[in-house]
């Protein structure tokens, strides 16, 4: 009796354990279809900090008068020394705001 107590349980097991194995197996960590992944905005080590960009794109908004949910970043890099200079989407195209290290922004100008 204590057998047929413990089949269930391990055919339990066995099946939860297949089942995760195959979840596993339908991941596809090396992009589709053989292709190179391309770099996300923020995927190399000298963007801009994610803080950094979203207080640019506020700033940005208030600056050029505009909602502040329409005004993206899409793109930073070093400016100089302790800068960061982050390109912006806004209403009417793009916006370049220029930020130090520690949050002040320096300039926003239309691209």
């Known amino acids: 009796m204590k057998h047929s107590q413990t089949f269930p349980r391990t055919v339990r097991i066995a099946g939860g354990a297949a089942l995760l194995g195959l979840a596993l197996a339908g991941c596809n960590t090396s992009g589709s279809g053989g292709q190179t992944a391309q770099p996300t905005v923020r995927a190399g080590a000298n963007t801009a900090p994610a803080d950094l960009q979203l207080l640019c794109a506020s700033t940005a908004a208030q600056q050029l008068q505009v909602e502040g949910d329409s005004v993206l970043p899409i793109n930073s890099g070093p ?24 949050g002040m922004v320096q300039s926003v100008t239309p691209a």
């Not at 806004?90 to 370049?96: E, H, I, K, L, S």
């Open 79 to 102: 400016s100089g020394g302790n800068a960061y200079q982050v390109t912006l989407t806004v209403p009417n195209g793009q916006a370049v705001c220029i930020i130090d290290n520690n």
